[in-house]
């Protein structure tokens, strides 16, 4: 196998977005801070910049009730089967009052105060600013960005990529991960040359951002072949009797002819949002099922990071296939992680989740890892 093969890092780890920090608002406090300074520097009167400034937000703020109004004229119509009834829930979905109201209310108050007579009555101002926020709501002018939407929906956890992960967790890894070691513990006594290696006695999940799934892993890639089952787990579960879950081992073969065991398997809520993509109906485009396969990653590390129960049964495998076609790509994406867990040392295991940053290779650090679960010094010849 060559050594390339075998880096510490891998470029899956560039494909899944972080969470976005606060940076848009950090930009927003110094604009505002230069915009302020450019102001002052102006020399302008205070009292008319305080006007002028004090009309505009009087402006956006009869904006705001404009829409609330707009949208509670569709609501009327919903009061009973979207808001149980309650008018007060009604005009509280469609009025953010609690800060909107203040802010008017306090910024006509100050508008009024200022005013000193331009010769235009204050309700001819008030019917303009009314007229242009009308404008710019009839013409969509105030909807939010691509990017605004894709920051609420991620922090409101609504995406389409949160709730699979969360079934896909709640309803299949956390009742089989706990069991899957005992499995391989159950296999290993009866096939005692097969699974040598402890530290690889996990769930390998494949997870492929194309949304791409194989039924059949062999047709996949040849390298890889189906080699037996597992012990199977029977649960009565949502009324079914003796529902069965198994998972399939697998032999992998890499460039040395040198052959591998693990459990491997698809993230098969994948398969929904490949289909959501295909179905006109579901108005999912390509670029949607990529974003949102990068998301059902993400949640789903998150999850399983968090879950004691599952900690150190699992192993998440995403890539992106490249655009060339290449016959093993498969193989040498799960040969990567098979090898990297060979020089993986968890301190406190089964304690603390899986951490892929503490991943170490062979050239930086040579470790003597027992084949007992109970954590063993470390011994370095670098020291």
């Known amino acids: 196998m060559s050594q390339e093969l075998w880096q510490p890092s891998h470029p899956t780890t560039l494909l899944i977005p972080k969470a976005r920090g606060g940076r848009a608002q950090r930009a927003m406090y110094l604009l505002l801070a230069l915009c302020a300074a450019a102001l002052y520097l102006t020399g302008e009167p205070l009292v008319p910049t305080a006007r002028i400034i004090t009309s ?44 909107h109201g203040p802010v008017l209310l306090a910024c006509g108050l100050a508008y009024v105060a200022l005013l000193d007579g331009d010769g235009q ?43 699979l992960a969360w079934s896909y967790y709640v309803g299949y890894l956390k009742i089989v991960l706990p069991r899957v070691k005992k499995s391989m513990e159950e296999f290993s006594r009866a096939n005692p040359n097969v699974l040598a290696c402890r530290e690889t006695w996990k769930l390998h999940i494949l997870v492929p951002l194309t949304c791409d799934i194989y039924d059949d892993l062999e047709k996949a890639d040849s390298n890889i072949q189906y080699l037996a089952d597992l012990t199977e787990i029977t649960l009565t579960r949502a009324g079914t009797k003796k529902r069965v879950y198994k998972h399939s081992l697998y032999t992998i073969t890499d460039e040395d002819n040198k052959v591998w065991h693990c459990a491997v398997e698809y993230a098969t809520p994948l398969q929904s949002l490949y289909a959501m993509s295909q179905d006109e109906c579901a108005a999912f485009s390509r670029e949607d099922r990529l974003e949102q396969a990068k998301l059902f990653y993400r949640s789903l590390e998150e999850i399983l990071k968090g879950s004691k129960e599952c900690a150190g ?32 040392y968890t301190m406190y295991e089964g304690n603390q989740p899986h951490n892929p940053s503490m991943t170490l290779s062979s050239t930086e650090l040579n470790l003597q890892i027992s084949e007992s679960d109970l954590p063993q010094p470390l011994r370095s010849d670098c020291f």
């Open 121 to 163: 009555p204050l309700n001819f101002h008030l019917g303009l600013a009314t007229l242009c926020q009308l404008l710019i709501l009839t013409l969509g002018l105030h909807k939010p960005s691509a990017v605004e939407v894709s920051e609420m929906s991620e922090r409101s956890k609504q995406n389409v990529a949160h709730g």
């Open 56 to 99: 505009h937000i009087v402006a956006l703020q009869i904006g705001v009730l404009l829409k609330g109004t707009c949208y509670l004229a569709e609501e009327i119509f919903h009061l009973q089967s979207r808001h149980q009834g309650s008018f007060w829930r009604m005009l509280s979905a469609c009025f953010p009052l609690r800060w």
């Open 313 to 344: 049964t699992y192993r998440l495998i995403p890539y992106e296939e490249s655009g060339e076609a290449e016959t093993h790509f498969l193989s040498r994406n799960v040969l990567w992680h098979l090898q990297q867990q060979r020089h993986e």
